[in-house]
C-alpha cells in the first residue's frame, strides 16, 4: 500500500483515516480487528512513552509489524510523539515506515533544522515523517489552550522541512477524559488551504463524534486517538472484576477490554470515513 497515495486522496475527498495508540499487544489486535471489521485502513501507533513503558521498541514493534503484514485491510505501523532521534533509527532499522518526530516544544528555527535531518533520514530509508507545529497541550497533564499554530508559519514550516505530513494546534488537548473540546474549524479550512500535506488532529479522544466531523470536512485526514480506547479498555477490564473478584487469569478480563476497543476503534473508523455525512 503507498500512503502517500492513499493519505493525498483521504485528503481530496474530505475523508480521513483513524491512528490509535497501542500500549499492550491487546491494543494492537484490537486495532487491527477493529479494521477489518470497518473494511478501512488504519494507522496502529506506538507513542515514545509506550516504549519507556516497554523498555525497549523492538519486540513490541516486531509484534505490531506482524499484525500489519497479517491484516485484510492496510495498517501503517507508526512511531508516535518521538523525540529521541535514535528511536527513529532503531524504528526505520525494524521496518517502521512512519514516524512523528515531535519537536514542538523548541523555538521555531531548532524545530525548522532538526525536523529537515529526520526528514532526509526517513525518506533515504522510505519513511514518512510527521511533526508538530504550535502546541497541542495535555502532554503534561495540563490542559492550557496551547499555542495555535499559524497558517502562513505552517505553509513555511512544510516547504523548510519537507515533511508529509503536520499536526496542528487547532483547540484539541491531549489526554482528556471528557470529550468536551471545541474546534476551531476556521482555522483547520484556513490550514487547509495553506499547507499543501495532510493535517494531523492530536488529542482526539477530547472531541465528540460532531467535532470529529466537523474537523475532517474542513480539513482534518489523519486523526489521533489513545485515551478514548484505554477508557474503554478499562472499563470493559473493570467491569469483569468488580463482578468476579476471584478471577485471576488475565484472558478472562483482557478478552472483554480488547473486545471493547476493537468495537470502539470500527465505530470511530467509520464515523471518520464518512465525515461528511453529519
Ligand atoms: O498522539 C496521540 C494522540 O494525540 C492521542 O491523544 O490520548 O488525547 O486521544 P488522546
Ligand atoms: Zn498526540
Not at 19 to 46: C, D, M, T, W, Y
Not at 201 to 220: E, M, N, T, Y
Request: one cysteine or more; aromatic letters at 2%; proline letters at 4%.
Amino acid at each position: 500500500m503507498n500512503w502517500t497515495t492513499l493519505l493525498s486522496g483521504l485528503r481530496a475527498e474530505r475523508r480521513a483515516v483513524g491512528a490509535f495508540n497501542a500500549i499492550l499487544i491487546e491494543h494492537a489486535e484490537a486495532i487491527v480487528a477493529g479494521a477489518e471489521r470497518s473494511g478501512l485502513p488504519v494507522i496502529l501507533q506506538i507513542s515514545q512513552n509506550a516504549v519507556r513503558y516497554h523498555g525497549s521498541l523492538a519486540p513490541f514493534a516486531l509484534a505490531c509489524l506482524r499484525l500489519a503484514e497479517d491484516a485484510a485491510v492496510p495498517v501503517l505501523v507508526h512511531l508516535d510523539h518521538v523525540e529521541d532521534e535514535d528511536l527513529i533509527r532503531e524504528g526505520l532499522d525494524l521496518g517502521i515506515r512512519s514516524v512523528m518526530f515531535d519537536a514542538a516544544k523548541l523555538s521555531y528555527a531548532e524545530n525548522v533544522e532538526r525536523t529537515r535531518a529526520v526528514v532526509e533520514r526517513c525518506h533515504a530509508g522510505g519513511a514518512l515523517v510527521e511533526a508538530e507545529l504550535g502546541e497541542v497541550g495535555g502532554k503534561d497533564g495540563a490542559h492550557a489552550p496551547g499555542v495555535r499554530t499559524d497558517p502562513a508559519e505552517a505553509a513555511a514550516f512544510v516547504a523548510a522541512t519537507g515533511v508529509d505530513s503536520l499536526a496542528v494546534a487547532v483547540g484539541s488537548s491531549h489526554a482528556m477524559a471528557d470529550r468536551s473540546a471545541v474546534l476551531d474549524e476556521a482555522l483547520i479550512a484556513a490550514l487547509a488551504k495553506s499547507v499543501p500535506v495532510p493535517l494531523v488532529l492530536h488529542g482526539s479522544s477530547g472531541v465528540p463524534d460532531d467535532g470529529l466531523r466537523g474537523a475532517v470536512g474542513a480539513g482534518i485526514v489523519k486523526v489521533n486517538v489513545g485515551t478514548r480506547l484505554n477508557q474503554v479498555l478499562t472499563e470493559a477490564v473493570r467491569a469483569v472484576l468488580d463482578e468476579r473478584e476471584l478471577l485471576t487469569d488475565p484472558r478472562r478480563y483482557l478478552a472483554p477490554g480488547r473486545d471493547a476497543v476493537r468495537d470502539e476503534v470500527a465505530r470511530l473508523l467509520t464515523v471518520l470515513a464518512n465525515a461528511d455525512s453529519r
